[in-house]
Nanobody, 125 residues
Framework: QVQLVESGGGLVQPGGSLRLSCTAS????????MAWFRQVPGKEREFVAA????????HYLDSVKGRFSISRDKAKSAVNLQMNSLIPEDTAVYYC??????????????????WGQGTQVTVSS
């Protein structure tokens, strides 16, 4: 059983940056595709970014391309989400997830086995 813990959320002004991190309580994350999803009240959980276990290719929600960057820190068995040029529409609870989805399902939340508890990101002036 992999337990994921997110950190790095908070309040930031529009145009600012935040860095989210996701670490595992035990075991390496290197064999899993790792992803970030986000959710606002009353809406479904939305795919944000993913990085595959093999090859390390990355995938992004169109609205965050060029602003967000997902990466692995193998030494720390962590996955990071660097978020730049934040806008109010990025406000949500952000969740880290681990799984082994096929490529065509990499954006599908129920393809992921393990989830963190979520961290709040609020973009507001």
């Amino acid at each position: 059983q992999v337990q994921l813990v997110e950190s790095g959320g908070g309040l930031v002004q529009p145009g600012g940056s935040l860095r989210l991190s996701c670490t595992a309580s035990e075991g390496p994350l290197s064999t899993y595709t790792m992803a970030w999803f986000r959710q606002v009240p009353g809406k479904e959980r939305e795919f944000v970014a993913a990085i595959r276990a093999s090859g390390g290719t990355t995938h992004y929600l169109d609205s965050v391309k060029g602003r967000f960057s997902i990466s692995r820190d193998k030494a720390k068995s962590a996955v990071n989400l660097q978020m730049n040029s934040l806008i109010p529409e990025d406000t949500a609870v952000y969740y880290c997830a681990a799984g082994r989805p096929i490529l065509s399902a990499i954006r599908t939340s129920n393809m992921y086995y393990y989830w963190g508890q979520g961290t709040q990101v609020t973009v507001s002036s």
